[in-house]
């Protein structure tokens, strides 16, 4: 189980690679329109860092181009690439090509069992089923991602492993992973969202009273509540 972010702000994401619960990183273009930053400056920036596994989107209309982009790349930052293309033609034609010469690939825009079965028959190590877009269009998002998990295991398909993508809610994650998804890439509002729940606050809220009515008691001192002022207790 691993779960890698989906950013391409380079201070986000050294924030939250520093707590050790994040595995990888997922980029994409609109990602990096977004963060304002050219591709190859995030990239060094972010191996820099540690991390070790990074997906990097080749944006091109023919496999030719598509590999010559991942070998550029490939060249600059060497095995934190995993590269990331669409499940399309030349998209898996690209696949096929890289994961021969045991390079990651990261199939993207799936959105049907079918899509998963060929990237997975091109030899891809990850398969990107969008959760938060399917469910946009009145589909499962979640149901496609136990759909392909079940024809993996059934298919004996344990080399390519499904990571769940588009996610919106922390629910989704945790709907993701019980559905047999490998990895979630979540943007950062999630994983910050992941550590939160409104029992932990009130929990935390009433250990601090107590904890503070101990304290005030080995003082020979206590709050009366009513009034918020200090009472000896020892006179």
Same mark, same amino acid.
């Given at each position: 189980?691993?779960l890698?972010?989906? %950013?391409?702000?380079v201070? %986000?994401v050294k924030?939250?690679?520093?707590?050790?619960l994040?595995?990888?990183? #997922?980029?994409?273009?609109?990602l990096?329109?977004?963060?304002?930053?050219?591709?190859?400056?995030v990239y060094?920036?972010?191996?820099?860092?540690?991390?070790?596994?990074?997906?990097?989107?080749? !944006?091109?209309d023919?496999h030719?181009?598509?590999?010559?982009?991942?070998?550029?790349l490939?060249g600059l930052?060497?095995?934190?690439?995993t590269?990331?293309?669409p499940?399309?033609v030349?998209?898996?034609l690209?696949?096929r090509e890289?994961?021969?010469?045991?390079i990651?690939?990261?199939?993207?825009?799936?959105?049907?069992?079918?899509?998963?079965?060929?990237?997975?028959k091109?030899?891809?190590?990850?398969v +990107?089923p969008f !959760?938060g877009?399917i469910?946009?269009?009145?589909?499962?998002?979640?149901?496609?991602?136990?759909?392909?998990?079940?024809?993996?295991?059934?298919?004996?398909?344990?080399? #390519?492993e499904?990571?769940?993508?588009?996610?919106?809610?922390?629910?989704?994650?945790?709907?993701?992973?019980? +559905?047999?998804?490998?990895i979630c890439t979540?943007?950062?509002?999630?994983?910050v969202k992941?550590?939160?729940?409104?029992?932990t606050d009130?929990?935390?809220?009433l250990f601090d009273?107590?904890?503070?009515?101990?304290?005030?008691?080995s003082?020979g001192?206590?709050?009366?509540?009513k009034e918020? !002022?200090?009472?000896n207790?020892? %006179?």
């Amino acid at each position: 189980m691993k779960l890698f972010l989906d %950013t391409a702000d380079v201070d %986000t994401v050294k924030k939250y690679w520093s707590t050790g619960l994040v595995d990888g990183l #997922t980029t994409n273009p609109t990602l990096m329109m977004k963060a304002g930053q050219l591709p190859d400056k995030v990239y060094h920036d972010l191996k820099v860092l540690g991390i070790k596994d990074i997906s990097m989107e080749v !944006v091109a209309d023919n496999h030719i181009d598509m590999l010559a982009e991942a070998r550029r790349l490939i060249g600059l930052f060497g095995d934190v690439v995993t590269i990331k293309v669409p499940c399309t033609v030349e998209g898996l034609l690209t696949c096929r090509e890289l994961a021969n010469q045991n390079i990651r690939v990261n199939v993207t825009l799936i959105f049907s069992a079918a899509q998963a079965i060929l990237a997975a028959k091109a030899g891809a190590t990850y398969v +990107s089923p969008f !959760v938060g877009r399917i469910d946009d269009n009145s589909f499962d998002g979640i149901g496609l991602i136990k759909e392909i998990a079940e024809i993996y295991d059934k298919q004996c398909l344990h080399e #390519t492993e499904i990571l769940s993508a588009s996610i919106r809610r922390v629910c989704d994650v945790s709907k993701s992973f019980a +559905s047999g998804a490998h990895i979630c890439t979540i943007p950062p509002s999630v994983f910050v969202k992941m550590y939160q729940h409104v029992l932990t606050d009130k929990g935390l809220e009433l250990f601090d009273n107590d904890w503070r009515t101990v304290r005030e008691l080995s003082q020979g001192v206590l709050t009366d509540p009513k009034e918020n !002022v200090m009472i000896n207790i020892n %006179t």
